[in-house]
């Protein structure tokens, strides 16, 4: 799909508040990889997919999950709206027709991340949650400029907020979530 259908396609599916959060994760990861000094085209176009998935209802992601043979966890199951990553990377493969491996795998992981992510990783995981629409977390002006200062320190600082969020909500914590920030902690 080229760029003027990905943005056609996109604003046909998402909400509107869904569809400006895109873009400004976009636009952070082109910032983000810009500082980090490496090319801006892959991490726009990850940041534009990464929720490409997220309208469905529970019952669709999961029957998704079904069709195309989609491992379902536990805690997922109880959670459908959780798959959004993985049905994301899957439509961004077979609907925007991505084949970059980096790309897809920003995608698949940029909700709990996971230990030791790649660069691309780390910069849609970390856009995700400081781009210029996000208001939910009060120390996101500090996150934002660490975030341009040292990508890892901003990971763990963006790992403590949200398990310290989820635990006061009594959420169910994906294990991922947790293991990612015991392996970020050495980064503090
Ligand atoms: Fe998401
Ligand atoms: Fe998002």
Excluded: Q
């Amino acid at each position: 799909m080229d760029k003027k259908d990905i943005y056609k396609e996109l604003k046909s599916k998402l909400d509107n508040k869904r569809y400006e959060h895109t873009l400004g994760v976009a636009h952070t990861a082109a910032c983000l990889a810009m500082s980090e000094g490496i090319d801006t085209d892959k991490p726009f176009l990850a940041g534009l997919l990464h929720d490409c998935a997220k309208w469905m209802s529970d019952k669709e992601y999961i029957e998704y999950c079904k069709r195309y043979d989609i491992d379902v966890s536990d805690v997922e199951k109880a959670n459908p709206p959780l798959l959004h990553a993985k049905v994301g990377a899957d439509m961004a493969r077979e609907i925007y027709g991505v084949t970059d491996e980096e790309i897809l795998s920003s995608i698949r992981w940029h909700t709990t991340g996971h230990p030791d992510m790649n660069l691309m990783e780390e910069i849609i995981f970390v856009s995700d949650y400081i781009e210029p629409n996000r208001t939910h977390d009060p120390e996101l002006p500090m996150i934002r400029r660490e975030a341009f200062d040292d990508l890892h320190k901003a990971t763990y600082h963006i790992y403590a907020n949200t398990m310290k969020h989820l635990k006061s909500l009594a959420k169910t914590l994906d294990p991922m979530t947790e293991e990612s920030y015991r392996y970020y902690e050495r980064y503090r």
